[in-house]
């Protein structure tokens, strides 16, 4: 009756530990977890980078209707290993291109949503992930959905450690695939 009443209990502790773990893992909304609060002042986000030894800025450029803005969302920045990596290493916003609400720039001009995706970086297509230094200097343009979450850590990897100085993201790519299949 003792070992019954054990091995319920241990049952009973295991099954609770399979729930947290897969509850830890589960998917979670990327408003929440990834993109960071915004009041849409960016020359203030990019001091909030600085002082937090951040390595830079990523504005999501995104529209409502856009489906592969969705799957991103839905599929790679909902998942929380995505979320801790991009949010160690970049302030990261999301920036709706048709969106009338007023923003201060990375050079504190007051503008719009949709004025400063369309006239300034010129997004006409979504999504689009602008990274931007420092300084506020736009280094790497990524346009459209990435095939994976392993892919979309690559692209933080690239930006973060400075290859974009150096190689295309598509030769990085290679090179990264490559090292995997010798390992």
Known sequence: MKHMKFLACVTSVLLWAMLFAA??????????YFFDLSFGDYSEELENAQEQGKKGVMVFFEMDECPFCHRMKDTIMNQPEV?????????????DIEGDIEIVDFEGNDTTQKIYAEKVHRVRATPVFAFFDLEGNRIVRYIGATKSVQ???WLADYVADGHYKNTSFTRYKRGRKEELAKS
């Open 83 to 95: 979320q801790e990596y991009y949010r160690e290493r970049f302030i990261l916003l999301a920036h």
């Open 151 to 153: 892919e979309f850590m």
């Open 23 to 32: 509850y830890a893992e589960a998917p979670r909304d990327p408003y929440q």
